[in-house]
């Protein structure tokens, strides 16, 4: 069970969103038993020689100072920039979050002072639902992730009952993390630091409460770690083998000591780390004797640097107390507790310090009761005394017990001073399988123990909604693939290559699998494995009457599975379409990227004998469009209808910040923002969809895509994609849900043709309620009205940079709904007559049967036929389009 979620990916914005994800769905079963923990005896050992062997005279100790290209440093919820005591200037974070603290989700608070060590600590942002910090990185590789508390009193919040999760896009930091009311001393302030190798080129950092607590952060830092911290190959000692992969891995800081010497703080050290005193792990503390030297006579060796650790940590240590004595005989030992279930990395710090010639000091090092190193000879290996050596291992924890004990003893036998020295330890939590370094749970639920064969039924749905974190590793396995790979012509050439070396795929499926049902291995996650003859039985064998929806890569029918429990959506692709290949993958590589609230979820899918098959969850209100026009479906109140923009607003604002790199929908439209149940609005169909740009590139080049009557002038023009193009057709959107017609309507006179046109007019007129849908006249807030059709106009403005981010349009709607909300609160009455007023004696547009949906009366066709007409007044708006927006 092994599957590896992505480093994480990062300028900073900030946003907050109320939707919890599928974190919500996949906590609830975690108060499940705990998963199994494989108590295999077995004790794995990396040691990385830090130092090439081959010895050069000692480089002369210069004090390296260390740029950061990444430097972000976030006073969280404080008004103006602080600067640290170690002289660092943290910025404070309304400089970035223009739109959250309008939201009244979010609070800021502050104490006017206390016993901290910097002023970071006196305000923080307190969250009551999700939020997200977004940073851009400059440069991928090894950073620094702090995130600093201080549970202080204040009138709004009890800090201490504090209850929440951190996560990256690929990476748990804290899991339902409470204060620990018992280790609160007299101060509460603390700090959790990780490293982390980040491969994307944005970051983000999500805060999530745990319903009905707070989350709260006083500070954060992310910042560019140099790359010499962790090299990546090593040979492991217990058994002789090569370890690899230590870049891969994040880590987070359990222990990191100045053995023998004093607390070092951000101050002390380039690179901001602390190194506390060791003296309470000493056991018993008799046995050891600090020692020091002044910091400036340590070396470096040629490949060593500062950065590595500072000075003043190689220039203490701790030796064998009765040294002095006849004959020592016992070893220096120092207990560290751990939590068992996860990998440690272990740097031990040496530097000779105490001898007073070369070739005079050998000793043993032991972890946990192994022997780590065998007569360590530090002469030999750095050349001098007083330089500087380390040596890491990795254990695995699943042998060693806690404590953990790093034991250092003399060498009985031979010459030489009887002694043991060491001067730094650092003990480096590394994270699990799931991606997780706190909890066994993955950033989309995917559980360490993988799915408990007793609980299949319990956390199956659970699984369906966090069993896709694999696809986030496929898919980026797939940008590597070769150029022809999309002439394979079959769904499962894509999908099943990928498995060829991952037993547990074949083996989980058919432990697991059911006659009827089969889930794959939440590792491999492919979510649920459906036969081909399950899907025909769901969906009636194929029945047309089933069909709910038609593509270019095939039909979208209802189905029902699970004896008819569940109710579903099956989109059965055209194997032999090349188009219908590309669009699969592209759906399965961003769903399986991300969980959303607000974007429709994949349950599974099936690809026997060449089909391509995906099964989402069944949308039972259908698509927006049909709730507006086109079928007699009641009509949807304001309220309900700003709802909706909002949801489909979010989905949108999640798509374009929340994943690693932004992604692109490039086909929003009515038809592809689908309603649960209870009118929830969910992103579907990103077949078309496109990853960001990153880095510099402002834009993604790419062939003209997407549907007539939404497409951006600009991209339209410059054949260049921007997620500003999604904001355009969301423009559109607005629009279409106010004046309830079709974006594109050719049997409308030459200027209503084209709604966004059209109704930009109106607007720019302040006539907008002559237009407007006539169910809504007397029911919809005149200042909300003004408020939606303002955040419309700034969509569809001409250059996308002049159109607001999805984050910007959201508060709009947001504050569309509560001018609406106010305003039906009793007040609103006059202004709703005074609409009513003004518009019934409006002029022709509202009346026209024409200018109406029911125009084009869709349901009464088939669905080949809708088809065909939507591609054909595709080509025949073409050259008109092109005319309109060539303006
Ligand atoms: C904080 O510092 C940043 C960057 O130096 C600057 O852009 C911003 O204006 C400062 N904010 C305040 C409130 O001083
Ligand atoms: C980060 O990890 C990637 C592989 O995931 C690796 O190729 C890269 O070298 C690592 N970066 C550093 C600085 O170690
Ligand atoms: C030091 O510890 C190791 C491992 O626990 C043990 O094997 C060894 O005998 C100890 N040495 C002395 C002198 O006690
Ligand atoms: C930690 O995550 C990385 C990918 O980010 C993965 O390759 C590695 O296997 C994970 N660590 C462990 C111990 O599973």
């Known amino acids: 069970m092994e599957k590896k979620p992505r480093g994480p990916p990062t300028n900073l914005s900030l946003s907050s969103s109320s939707s919890l994800l599928s974190f919500s769905l996949s906590s609830s079963p975690l108060s499940s038993p705990p998963m199994a923990i494989l108590l295999v005896l077995f004790f794995f050992v990396a ?7 081959v010895l050069a005279a000692p480089a002369s100790s210069t004090a390296v100072s260390f740029t950061p290209q990444d430097n972000f440093l976030i006073d969280s919820g404080s008004v103006a920039n602080t600067t640290h005591s170690d002289g660092r200037v943290f910025i404070s974070d309304q400089t ?14 502050t104490v006017p002072s206390a016993d901290v060590p910097s002023r ?12 997200v910090y977004t940073f851009h990185m400059a440069r991928p590789g090894w950073h620094w992730i702090r995130l600093h508390f201080f549970a202080f009193n204040n009138t709004e919040f009890i800090l201490e009952n504090a209850k929440f999760s951190v996560m990256t896009d690929s990476l748990v930091l804290l899991h339902e993390f409470t204060i620990d009311a018992s280790a609160t001393n007299t101060t509460k302030w603390f ?46 000692l217990f058994p002789v083998a090569q370890y690899n992969g230590l870049v891969t891995q994040s880590y987070q800081t359990v222990y990191r000591l100045n053995v023998g010497g004093p607390q070092l703080t951000s101050r002390n050290d380039t690179l901001g780390r602390t190194w506390t005193s060791d003296g309470q792990y000493l056991q018993p503390k008799v046995s050891g004797n600090n020692v020091s030297v002044a910091p400036s006579v340590i070396k470096y060796p040629e490949g060593g640097s500062p950065l590595i650790a500072p000075q003043s940590v190689y220039a203490s240590a701790v030796e064998m107390a009765t040294a002095n004595v006849a004959d020592p005989n016992f070893n220096v030992t120092w207990n560290l507790e751990i939590d068992l279930s996860y990998q440690y990395l272990i740097r031990l710090h040496f530097c000779d310090i105490i001898s007073k010639t070369l070739d005079d000091l050998y000793f043993n090092v032991y ?100 069993a896709f974190v694999g696809l986030g590793a496929m898919a980026f396995k797939w940008q590597k693939r070769p150029q022809d790979w999309q002439k394979r012509n079959s769904f499962s050439s894509w999908l099943l290559p990928l498995h060829a070396g991952d037993t547990s795929f074949m083996s989980s499926k058919n432990s697991l699998g059911s006659r009827k049902s089969q889930f794959f291995s939440s590792t491999t996650g492919l979510g649920r494995y459906f036969s081909f003859a399950e899907l025909s039985e769901a969906t009636k064998n194929w029945d047309a009457n089933a069909v709910i929806g038609v593509g270019g890569f095939g039909n979208v029918y209802i189905g029902e599975i699970d004896d ?37 979820s994949l349950i599974g899918y099936c690809d026997e004998n060449t089909e391509m098959i995906l099964v989402y969850e069944f949308m039972s209100n259908g698509p927006l469009r049909d709730h507006l026009y086109g079928k007699d479906l009641p009509s949807l109140t304001w309220k309900q209808r700003l709802e909706i923009c909002i949801g489909a607003a979010r989905g949108l604002h999640y798509l374009h910040t929340g994943a690693a790199q932004g992604i692109i929908h490039r086909d929003v439209k009515t038809t592809n923002i689908l309603l649960d149940d209870n009118f ?33 002038p600009e991209y339209f023009r410059k054949q260049q994609l921007t997620d500003k193009s999604d904001v355009y057709s969301f423009g559109v959107v607005l629009f279409e849900v106010l004046c309830a017609r079709p974006a594109l309507n050719p049997a409308l006179p030459r200027e209503q043709v084209n709604l966004a046109e059209w109704g930009m007019q109106w607007k720019r007129k302040g006539l907008l309620e002559k237009i407007i849908d006539p169910h809504l006249i007397g029911n919809i807030n005149l200042e909300s009205m003004k408020k939606f059709a303002e955040a419309a106009e700034k969509c569809l403005a001409d250059y996308g940079v002049d159109r607001p981010t999805m984050g910007d349009v959201l508060w709009n709607l947001e504050y569309a709904l509560q001018l609406q909300e106010a305003s039906s609160q009793g007040k609103a009455e006059d202004e709703n007559k005074a609409l009513a007023a003004t518009a019934a004696p409006a002029p022709a547009p509202i009346s026209t049967p024409d200018n ?18 939507d591609e054909h007044s595709g080509t025949a708006m073409f050259a008109q389009f092109a005319a309109l927006n060539g303006r």
């Open 852 to 869: 109406h949906p029911n125009a084009l009366p869709e349901q009464s066709r088939t669905p080949k036929e809708v088809q065909a007409v």
């Open 367 to 466: 972890i946990n009761g192994k022997m780590a190193i065998s007569g360590l000879d530090l002469s030999t290996l750095t050349g001098g005394l007083a330089t500087a050596y380390y040596k890491d291992f990795v254990v695995n924890s699943t042998m060693i017990s806690t404590p953990l004990s790093i034991q250092i003893g003399p060498m009985n036998q031979g010459t030489g001073a009887k002694n043991a020295i060491i001067n730094g330890l650092e003990v480096l939590k590394m994270n699990n399988s799931v991606g997780s370094l706190d909890g066994e749970y993955g950033v989309d639920g995917r559980s360490l123990g993988g799915v408990n064969k007793g609980t299949v039924a319990a956390v199956g749905f659970a699984m369906m909604f966090g």
């Open 47 to 53: 040691a990385i020689p830090s130092v090439p062997p």
């Open 96 to 109: 970035f979050g223009k739109y959250y603290s309008s939201q009244g989700r979010d609070v800021l608070i």
């Open 191 to 236: 700090f959790k630091e990780y490293l982390v190798n980040v491969t994307a080129e944005r970051l983000s950092l999500k805060f999530v409460p745990v319903k009905g607590a707070p989350a709260f952060v006083n500070a954060i830092e992310v910042v560019s770690a140099p790359d010499i911290l962790v090299t990546d190959i090593g040979s492991t």
């Open 120 to 131: 970071i600590y006196l305000s923080a942002r307190v969250f009551i639902q999700e939020a």
């Open 564 to 600: 008819g429990a569940t109710k579903v959506a099956v989109k059965r692709g055209n194997p032999q379409s090349e188009q219908g290949i590309n669009e699969f993958q592209t759906e399965i590589q961003i769903l399986s990227k991300l969980r959303h609230r607000h974007l429709v």
């Open 680 to 712: 929830i609005a969910k992103m579907a169909d990103f077949g078309l969809s496109k990853d960001a740009p990153t880095g510099s590139e402002q834009h993604v080049s790419t062939a003209v895509k997407g549907s007539f009557g939404y497409l951006d």
